[in-house]
C-alpha cells in the first residue's frame, strides 16, 4: 500500500510518475519489437541469398521456381509455361520440403 502511496502522492517527483511507463515500454520493446526487428532482418537476408531455380512461396500464396533475378523483382515460373514477375518484398520464405 505505501508504494502505491508514493506514486500518487501530491508533489511526487516526475521520476515516480514516469517510473511505470519506462517499465512498460522496457516489456514491451524486449517482447515485441526485438523479434519482430529480428524476423524482419532474416527475411531480408534469405531473399538475398536467392538464386536462380530456388522454389519460393509468395504472401499471396504463389508457389514457384525462380527463373530470372532482377534489382527489384523475380521472374518465376508457377506452371509448366506460367511466368509471373513478383516484387522480391512478397517473397515470404521458400517451399517448405515435402
Do not use: C, H
Amino acid at each position: 500500500m505505501n508504494i502505491l502511496f508514493l506514486f500518487f502522492q501530491e508533489g511526487s517527483s516526475l521520476i515516480w510518475t514516469l517510473l511505470p511507463f519506462v517499465f512498460i515500454f522496457g516489456i514491451f520493446y524486449f517482447l515485441v519489437i526485438m523479434p519482430q526487428k529480428k524476423q524482419q532482418q532474416e527475411i531480408k537476408n534469405m531473399i538475398a541469398e536467392l538464386k536462380i531455380n530456388d522454389e519460393i512461396v509468395t504472401n499471396g500464396g504463389v508457389i514457384g521456381r525462380i527463373k530470372e533475378v532482377r534489382d527489384t523483382s523475380f521472374i518465376i515460373q508457377s506452371a509448366e509455361k506460367s511466368f509471373i514477375e513478383i516484387a522480391k518484398t512478397a517473397v515470404v520464405g521458400r517451399k517448405p520440403e515435402q
